[in-house]
């Protein structure tokens, strides 16, 4: 069973950095590791992924801002958030495989 544990959330000002983490347990190698999103009154969206690999896919509108890596060694993925706009503004939630979720970190971007 995967378990998933995400760190690093907060309340930041506009323009301000913030990098999550999740660390994952019970993981069996070759998984795709990544965050999704949900603000307020919308749907949960993808936000970036990373194969075991490296190779890396973002929401067009947070690649430019928002890097993701992770380190296998330790079954962990991070999400290095600059620039952050209100609009960021959400709860943070990693996967594995996009069906083993974390339990979700806050992100508050002030205006």
């Known amino acids: 069973q995967v378990r998933l544990v995400e760190s690093g959330g907060g309340l930041v000002q506009f323009g301000g950095s913030l990098r999550l983490s999740c660390a994952a347990s019970?993981?069996?190698?070759?998984?795709?590791m990544g965050w999704y999103r949900q603000a307020p009154g919308k749907q949960r969206e993808f936000v970036a992924s990373?194969?075991?690999?490296?190779?890396?896919t973002y929401k067009d509108s947070v690649k430019d801002r928002f890097t993701i890596s992770r380190d296998n060694a330790k079954n962990t993925v991070y999400l290095q958030m600059n620039s952050l706009k209100p609009e960021d503004t959400a709860v943070y939630y990693c996967?594995?495989?996009?069906?083993?979720w974390g339990q979700g970190t806050q992100v508050t971007v002030s205006s």
């Open positions: 019970g993981m069996v190698g070759n998984e795709v």
């Open positions: 990373m194969s075991t690999s490296g190779s890396a």
């Open positions: 996967h594995v495989n996009f069906v083993n």
